[in-house]
């Protein structure tokens, strides 16, 4: 009766170290960099999909940092892709949209608080205007570890755009963002994560390290068509939030393949 039991167990740990060893490769084969989007970290309507209130901003600042994730800069996510050396586990990198500016005052006190770094891509058109950030807002955020990324001039949605038009949103809005900091403008996002496959070179050939769209593309190691998720609201569910940064939020979702 003793040995039965023996193999019993002995069995049963076998099966529990091959099913763990078997969830531990699932993970790390599929396991992409979690990038997150957000717009505006402020109190919008109900049910909005671009704010996200300052205490949530700030309770999913704090999960990251008290769970221990490597929250990267959006640079070595890109670099990561171009060397073919992969991220640890557990890293993530955090982005803005559009550049509101309550970018600067509510998620930048926390990003500061937490030795976080992140990018805010700035619409150039908008810069000095009311509700957005100014030139010296920017130089503050680029000063204070935060790297100012081109989202266009005019936040065009670049498929529906001519060539010539889509080269001009591309190259001016690098342009301004780097006469108002005095140095380089590498990173790039996609008005409402809209690229072609002309886009795309346009924005490699201009000197951009990558870039970032939302749910376009299918590859996982294209620098400049780096997919994000979406942060609303709604994530201040942290179970919610848990899902979005374990690296396989991307699995079963749909996909837009650029033209």
Do not use: C
């Not at 529990?16 to 990038?35: D, E, I, Q, R, W």
């Not at 901003?57 to 999960?63: A, G, I, S, T």
């Not at 030139?135 to 498929?159: C, K, M, N, Y």
């Not at 900091?181 to 002309?198: D, I, K, R």
Request: aromatic residues 12%.
């Amino acid at each position: 009766m003793m040995n039965f039991f023996r193999r019993k167990t002995g069995k049963a740990l076998v099966a529990g170290v091959l099913v763990t060893l078997t969830l531990a490769l699932f993970y790390k084969s599929n396991y992409v960099v979690p990038v997150l989007m957000y717009h505006q970290v402020d109190y919008g309507p109900p049910g909005s999909g671009v704010h996200v209130t300052p205490e949530n901003f700030e309770r999913q600042m704090e999960f990251l940092k008290v769970h221990g994730y490597h929250v990267v800069p959006l640079e070595q996510v890109f670099l990561s892709m171009k060397e073919g050396r992969p991220l640890p586990l557990k890293s993530v990198a955090i982005t803005f949209d559009d550049g509101f500016l309550d970018n600067i005052k509510y998620a930048f006190p926390v990003l500061k608080k937490m030795n976080f770094p992140a990018t805010v891509f700035m619409i150039t058109r908008n810069i000095n205007t009311e509700q957005w950030l100014s030139e010296e807002d920017l130089r503050i955020l680029h000063e204070g570890g935060i790297s100012i990324g081109s989202h266009t001039v005019s936040h065009a949605f670049l498929p529906d755009v001519g060539q010539d038009v889509a080269a001009a949103e591309i190259s001016e809005s690098k342009k301004r963002l780097e006469a108002i900091l005095g140095a380089p403008v590498e990173l790039f996002s996609y008005p409402a994560g809209g690229v072609t496959w002309h886009a795309r070179s346009l924005v490699e050939k201009e000197g951009y390290l990558g870039a970032v769209t939302t749910n376009y593309g299918k590859r996982n190691n294209d620098p400049y068509l780096v997919r994000r998720i979406k942060v609303s609201n709604s994530s201040g569910n942290l179970f919610n939030f848990w899902i979005k940064t374990s690296g396989l939020y991307h699995l079963g979702k749909k996909r837009i393949t650029p033209r």
